[in-house]
C-alpha cells in the first residue's frame, strides 16, 4: 500500500504527533552512563539499566534486589544520603570511585527524587579533567565579567556563544530565543566558518513542541554525544513500585525523542546540547549547540556552560529593559502628564479630549477610540464610524480581561480585513467593568518578510486508518514568506503603560466617587432637614391661619349688613387670601411627606385609575364639554396608587384647566419600550406653553399665568408631580406648541 505525503496546514491539524509524545517517559537512556533506580529507605536496587555490564562489569539481574552497598561504600551512600536531604541541584555531581571487577573507575554521579524513588545516574569521567578545573574557573570568571560589563542583549547574547563554543569546541553554538507564539528566532550565533548561517532564521513552534519546552523549563541541561545512538531499555521495563513507565523528567541520560533525532539528523547534526535560558520562571530562550560528529561534553565543563546559561538568565531581564530606555523614559514623561490632565477633568470624555495625541504616545499607537458614559471620541487615524460599533460589540462579547492585545486583529476579528491598514494592531483596555468603559488602540499594518528555516509547514503521512502522522521537515533551506495582517508587536513597557493609565484613571474616578457621597450624603441631610422644615413650619401655620380664616368669616356673617361696601371688600379679601394660603400649606405639607413617607408599591390597573379620575373631573365640572379618549388596553404600571391618582388628577385637570376652546379633549396614550419600561402620553387641545418656560415649568411655585385667571393656583401641582415620578424611579417631560396643545410623557416600569 502507498503512503501519501502532503502538506499539512495548521486548518487540517490542532495537535501534531510531537506535542502528544510522550518524551518524559522513554523507557530508555543513552548509551554514555547507567541509571540505576533505589528503594527507600534501605536503598535497594529495583531499576536498573541494561548496559551495567559495560560500565560496572556486573550482570543487570545481579544487581536487581541488591542493596546499594553491592557497588558503594558506606561513606559514598552517607554522601548520597546528605545530598538528598539538602537544599541541592540535582545536575551537581557527587564523584564516585567504584570497584568494576579488577579495575575501580570513577563517575560522576547525579541523584534526585522522582515518584518515591532515587534515580542514581553515573557518567565515567576522567581524572585529569579534575586537575584541570582550576583552569575552568579562570575562565569562568573572565566570562562573567564580560558578560556583567556587556551593553545591550545583542552584546550579552554574543559573548555567551563566542565563550561557549571557545570552551566546548561545538562546531555552532547559537542563542535561539522563543516568541509569544512559541515560534522561535536565532538571535546570535558562533560558528565554524564554512558553515551555513543560521543567523536571523525562524523555526515553527511545532519544531520546539511544547512537551518538549515544558522539560527544557525544568531540566535546564541536556546533551546528546551521539544522535545515533542506540538506546539502552531499562530493566525491568517498567517501575516495580508503580508499574508504571519511570518518569525520567529530570534525568541526564534520559533517552531523546525519535523525531527529534530524525530532525537532527535531517539538519546534519552528529551531537548537540541545550541549555536552557529562563526570564523570571518561563523559558524564554536556549543556548543551542550543534556538532557534525561525535562529541562528548564531561560533566565538569556541562557544569560551567549550565552555570554561564544560569548567569544569563538572571541579565535577561536587565538588558531587556536597558534597550529602548530612551523610549522608555519618554513614555514615562507622557504617562505622567496624561494622569496630571485627567485628575483635573470632570469626566472621562473631557479628559480625554484634553489629551490628545498623548493618549497615543503613552502605547505607541497611531488611533485610538474611547467610550466612556455611552458616548464615543476618536483620536488619531481610526476607521469608518459604521465599522466601530460591531468591533466594540465583539470587544465586550470576547474580551474578558482588563487589558488585551494583538499584533494581528484580522486573525481574530476577519471584519478588520477591511481597515487592516489602519488597525492591525489592537491593544484594549476596560477601564470600568459595570459601565464598560474602553480605550481602543490601533497599529497599522507592517509588511514583514520573515526568513524561516525551510518550509514550516510540516509534511504528513496519511496513514491507512486516515489518521496524520507529522513527519520532521527535511529541509532548512532559507524560505521567505510575507507576512501580512500585521501590526509592530506591543511591547510590555506599553502594555505596562496602559495598565498604569487604567489605575491612574481607576484612583481618580475613586476620589471623585468618595466626594460625590459625601455630597450626597451632606444633600440628604440637607433635604431631611428641609423636610421637617416644611412639615414642622406648615402645621404650625395651619392653626393661626384657621383662626383668622375663622374670626373673618364670622365678621362678613355677623356685621356684613352694617358694613360699608369696603369693609365687606376687605373681609372678602381677607377670607380669598387666607384660604389661598391654607392651599399653598396643604401642598407644602404634602410635599413634604413626599419626601419622607414609605411608597406603598402594587399593581395599577392603569384603566381604572384613568376611569376613576375621569369621573371625578366630569362632576366637577358639569357645565363644560370635557372629551377624555383613552387609548384601550393601558398598561400594568407598578406603584402607589394613592400617589398615582394624585399624577394623572393633577395633568388630566390642569389639561382641562389650561384651555379656552368651547371643547375641550384629553388623550391618554401609551407606547411600550426596550425592557420593562412603558411611556404614558397625555395630550390636550389647550393654550400650550412657551418654549421659553418648558425648562421651568416644574419648579416650586412658578405660574406662568396672573393668579386671578383659570381659576389660579398654588404653583406646586407639578412640583408634586415631577417627585412622585422621580420616587417611583421614572422620567417626566413634555412637548408643546403654544397656542395650539401641550402633551406629557411619563416613563415608568410595568408590573
Given at each position: 500500500m502507498?503512503?501519501?505525503?502532503?502538506?499539512?496546514t495548521?486548518?487540517?491539524?490542532?495537535?501534531?504527533?510531537c506535542?502528544?509524545?510522550?518524551?518524559?517517559?522513554?523507557?530508555?537512556?543513552?548509551p554514555?552512563?547507567?541509571?540505576?533506580?533505589?528503594?527507600?529507605p534501605?536503598?535497594?536496587?529495583?531499576?536498573?539499566?541494561n548496559?551495567?555490564?559495560?560500565?560496572?562489569?556486573v550482570?543487570?539481574?545481579?544487581?536487581l534486589n541488591?542493596?546499594?552497598?553491592?557497588?558503594?561504600?558506606?561513606?559514598?551512600?552517607?554522601?548520597?544520603?546528605?545530598?538528598l536531604?539538602?537544599?541541592?541541584?540535582?545536575l551537581?555531581?557527587?564523584?564516585?570511585?567504584i570497584k568494576c571487577?579488577?579495575?575501580?573507575?570513577?563517575?560522576?554521579?547525579?541523584?534526585h527524587?522522582?515518584?518515591?524513588?532515587?534515580?542514581?545516574?553515573?557518567?565515567?569521567?576522567?581524572i585529569e579533567?579534575e586537575?584541570?578545573?582550576?583552569?575552568?574557573?579562570r575562565?569562568?570568571r573572565?566570562?562573567i565579567t564580560?558578560?556583567?560589563?556587556?551593553a545591550?542583549?545583542?552584546?550579552?547574547?554574543?559573548?555567551?556563544?563566542?565563550?561557549?563554543?571557545?570552551?566546548?569546541?561545538?562546531?555552532?553554538?547559537?542563542?535561539?530565543k522563543?516568541?509569544?507564539?512559541?515560534?522561535?528566532?536565532?538571535i546570535?550565533?558562533?560558528?565554524?566558518?564554512?558553515?551555513?548561517?543560521?543567523?536571523?532564521l525562524?523555526?515553527?513552534?511545532?519544531d520546539?513542541?511544547?512537551s518538549?519546552?515544558?522539560?527544557?523549563?525544568i531540566?535546564y541541561l541536556?546533551?546528546?554525544?551521539?544522535?545515533?545512538y542506540?538506546?539502552v531499555?531499562l530493566?525491568?521495563?517498567n517501575n516495580?513500585?508503580?508499574?508504571?513507565?519511570?518518569?525520567?523528567?529530570f534525568?541526564?541520560?534520559?533517552?531523546?525523542?525519535?523525531?527529534?533525532?530524525?530532525?537532527l539528523?535531517?539538519?546534519?547534526?552528529?551531537?548537540?546540547?541545550?541549555?536552557?535560558?529562563l526570564?523570571?520562571?518561563?523559558?524564554w530562550?536556549?543556548i543551542?549547540?550543534h556538532?557534525y560528529?561525535?562529541?562528548?561534553?564531561?560533566?565538569?565543563?556541562?557544569?560551567?556552560?549550565d552555570?554561564?546559561?544560569q548567569?544569563?538568565?538572571?541579565?535577561?531581564?536587565?538588558?531587556e529593559?536597558h534597550?529602548n530606555?530612551?523610549?522608555?523614559i519618554?513614555?514615562k514623561s507622557?504617562?505622567?502628564?496624561?494622569i496630571?490632565?485627567?485628575?483635573?477633568?470632570?469626566?472621562?470624555?473631557?479628559?480625554?479630549?484634553?489629551?490628545?495625541?498623548?493618549l497615543?504616545?503613552?502605547?505607541?499607537?497611531?488611533?485610538?477610540?474611547?467610550?466612556?458614559?455611552?458616548?464615543l471620541q476618536?483620536?488619531?487615524?481610526?476607521f469608518?464610524?459604521e465599522?466601530?460599533?460591531?468591533?466594540?460589540?465583539w470587544?465586550?462579547t470576547?474580551?474578558?480581561t482588563d487589558?488585551?492585545?494583538?499584533?494581528?486583529?484580522?486573525?481574530?476579528?476577519?471584519?478588520?480585513?477591511?481597515?487592516?491598514?489602519i488597525a492591525?494592531?489592537?491593544?484594549?483596555l476596560?477601564?470600568?467593568k459595570v459601565?464598560?468603559?474602553?480605550?481602543?488602540?490601533?497599529?497599522?499594518?507592517?509588511s514583514?518578510t520573515v526568513?524561516?528555516?525551510?518550509?514550516?509547514?510540516?509534511?504528513?503521512?496519511?496513514?491507512s486508518?486516515?489518521?496524520i502522522?507529522?513527519?520532521?521537515?527535511k529541509?532548512?533551506?532559507?524560505w521567505?514568506?510575507?507576512?501580512?495582517c500585521?501590526?509592530?508587536?506591543?511591547?510590555?513597557y506599553?502594555?505596562?503603560?496602559?495598565?498604569?493609565?487604567?489605575?491612574?484613571?481607576?484612583?481618580?474616578?475613586?476620589?471623585?466617587?468618595?466626594?460625590?457621597?459625601e455630597?450626597?450624603?451632606?444633600?440628604?441631610q440637607?433635604?431631611?432637614?428641609?423636610?421637617?422644615f416644611?412639615?414642622?413650619?406648615?402645621?404650625d401655620?395651619k392653626?393661626?391661619?384657621?383662626?383668622?380664616?375663622?374670626?373673618?368669616?364670622?365678621?362678613?356673617?355677623?356685621?356684613?349688613?352694617?358694613?360699608?361696601?369696603?369693609g365687606?371688600?376687605?373681609?372678602?379679601?381677607?377670607?380669598?387670601?387666607?384660604q389661598?394660603?391654607?392651599?399653598?400649606?396643604?401642598a407644602?405639607?404634602?410635599l413634604?411627606?413626599?419626601?419622607r413617607?414609605?411608597?406603598h408599591?402594587?399593581?395599577?390597573?392603569?384603566?381604572?385609575?384613568?376611569?376613576?379620575?375621569?369621573?371625578?373631573?366630569?362632576?366637577?365640572?358639569?357645565n363644560e364639554?370635557?372629551?377624555?379618549?383613552?387609548?384601550?388596553?393601558?398598561?400594568?404600571?407598578?406603584?402607589?396608587?394613592?400617589?398615582m391618582?394624585e399624577?394623572?388628577?393633577n395633568?388630566?385637570?390642569n389639561?382641562?384647566?389650561?384651555?379656552?376652546?368651547t371643547?375641550k379633549?384629553?388623550?391618554?396614550g401609551?407606547?411600550?419600550?426596550?425592557?420593562?419600561?412603558?411611556i404614558?402620553?397625555?395630550?390636550?387641545?389647550?393654550?400650550?406653553?412657551?418654549?421659553?418656560?418648558?425648562?421651568t415649568?416644574?419648579?416650586?411655585?412658578?405660574?406662568l399665568?396672573?393668579?386671578?385667571?383659570?381659576?389660579?393656583?398654588?404653583?406646586?401641582g407639578?412640583?408634586?408631580?415631577?417627585?412622585?415620578?422621580e420616587?417611583?424611579g421614572?422620567?417626566?417631560?413634555?412637548?408643546s406648541?403654544y397656542?395650539?396643545?401641550?402633551?406629557?410623557?411619563?416613563?415608568l416600569?410595568?408590573?
Open positions: 502507498n503512503n501519501k505525503i502532503e502538506i499539512i495548521a486548518d487540517k491539524v490542532n495537535l501534531t504527533n506535542d502528544r509524545e510522550q518524551i518524559h517517559i522513554p523507557g530508555s537512556i543513552q554514555h552512563g547507567v541509571l540505576l533506580v533505589l528503594q527507600e534501605e536503598l535497594d536496587i529495583i531499576q536498573v539499566s548496559n551495567t555490564e559495560e560500565w560496572l562489569n550482570l543487570p539481574e545481579n544487581l541488591q542493596n546499594i552497598k553491592y557497588l558503594l561504600e558506606p561513606q559514598q551512600i552517607d554522601s548520597i544520603r546528605n545530598s536531604a539538602g537544599d541541592f541541584e540535582y551537581s555531581p557527587l564523584k564516585l570511585s571487577g579488577d579495575e575501580t573507575k570513577l563517575f560522576n554521579s547525579i541523584v527524587h522522582n515518584n518515591q524513588v532515587i534515580i542514581l545516574e553515573l557518567e565515567p569521567c576522567k579533567l586537575e584541570d578545573f582550576f583552569q575552568f574557573y575562565l569562568t573572565h566570562t564580560r558578560i556583567q560589563k556587556s545591550n542583549l545583542q552584546e550579552l547574547c554574543s559573548i555567551v556563544v563566542k565563550e561557549i563554543r571557545q570552551l566546548t569546541g561545538l562546531d555552532r553554538v547559537m542563542i535561539y522563543f516568541h509569544a507564539d512559541n515560534s522561535g528566532e536565532v546570535a550565533e558562533d560558528k565554524q566558518e564554512e558553515l551555513e548561517s543560521y543567523l536571523g525562524h523555526y515553527p513552534a511545532s520546539i513542541p511544547e518538549s519546552r515544558h522539560l527544557y523549563s531540566n541536556r546533551i546528546i554525544p551521539d544522535i545515533n542506540q538506546p531499555e530493566c525491568p521495563k516495580p513500585l508503580t508499574n508504571q513507565p519511570l518518569d525520567l523528567s534525568s541526564v541520560l534520559r533517552s531523546v525523542s525519535p523525531i527529534h533525532i530524525e530532525y539528523q535531517n539538519m546534519g547534526v552528529k551531537a548537540s546540547m541545550s541549555i536552557s535560558l526570564k523570571e520562571g518561563k523559558l530562550g536556549l543551542a549547540c556538532h560528529s561525535i562529541k562528548y561534553i564531561p560533566y565538569d565543563l556541562r557544569t560551567v556552560c552555570f554561564f546559561g548567569v544569563m538568565s538572571v541579565h535577561i531581564t536587565t538588558k529593559e534597550d530606555l530612551d523610549y522608555k519618554h513614555l507622557i504617562q505622567s502628564q496624561v496630571t490632565a485627567i485628575s483635573k477633568s470632570e469626566n472621562l470624555l473631557t479628559a480625554f479630549t484634553n489629551i490628545g495625541e498623548k497615543l504616545t503613552i502605547v505607541g499607537a497611531t488611533g485610538a477610540i474611547i467610550y466612556a458614559e455611552g458616548e476618536k483620536i488619531g487615524e481610526t469608518k464610524d465599522e466601530i460599533e460591531p468591533l466594540l460589540n470587544v465586550k470576547n474580551i474578558k487589558i488585551y492585545h494583538t499584533d494581528s486583529l484580522p486573525k481574530v476579528y476577519p471584519p478588520a480585513n477591511k481597515f487592516k491598514e492591525s494592531g489592537l491593544l484594549v476596560e477601564i470600568t459601565q464598560k468603559n474602553y480605550v481602543l488602540w490601533f497599529r497599522p499594518e507592517v514583514q526568513n524561516w528555516a525551510g518550509n514550516p509547514q510540516k509534511h504528513g503521512k496519511i496513514e486508518d486516515g489518521s502522522t507529522l513527519l520532521p521537515r529541509s532548512f533551506a532559507k521567505l514568506e510575507t507576512v501580512e500585521h501590526s509592530l508587536p506591543w511591547q510590555s506599553e502594555i505596562e503603560g496602559a495598565q498604569e493609565l487604567k489605575s491612574a484613571i481607576l484612583g481618580i474616578l475613586m476620589r471623585k466617587m468618595a466626594k460625590l457621597a455630597i450626597n450624603l451632606e444633600l440628604e440637607s433635604n431631611s432637614d428641609l423636610d421637617s416644611n412639615y414642622i413650619a406648615s402645621h401655620l392653626e393661626p391661619l384657621r383662626g383668622i380664616h375663622n374670626y373673618a368669616t364670622f365678621l362678613m356673617e355677623d356685621y356684613g349688613e352694617i358694613l360699608e361696601q369696603d365687606r371688600q376687605k373681609l372678602e379679601t381677607l377670607v380669598r387670601l387666607t389661598r394660603m391654607e392651599d399653598l400649606i396643604n407644602l405639607l404634602f413634604s411627606r413626599l419626601g413617607q414609605a411608597l408599591k402594587a399593581p395599577i390597573n392603569l384603566n381604572e385609575l384613568i376611569e376613576n379620575v375621569s369621573e371625578v373631573i366630569r362632576m366637577s365640572k358639569p364639554s370635557i372629551e377624555i379618549i383613552k387609548m384601550d388596553n393601558l398598561p400594568i404600571i407598578y406603584g402607589d396608587k394613592i400617589l391618582e399624577v394623572f388628577s395633568l388630566i385637570n389639561a382641562v384647566k389650561y384651555n379656552k376652546k371643547h379633549t384629553v388623550e391618554i401609551y407606547k411600550k419600550t426596550e425592557g420593562s419600561t412603558c404614558i402620553s397625555i395630550k390636550d387641545n389647550g393654550i400650550g406653553i412657551r418654549e421659553k418656560h418648558i425648562e415649568i416644574f419648579k416650586l411655585f412658578k405660574r399665568h396672573g393668579k386671578d385667571k383659570f381659576g389660579g393656583g398654588t404653583g406646586v407639578l412640583t408634586i408631580v415631577k417627585k412622585i415620578i420616587r417611583h421614572g422620567e417626566i417631560w413634555l412637548e406648541n397656542g395650539e396643545g401641550t402633551t406629557f410623557y411619563i416613563k416600569s410595568e408590573h
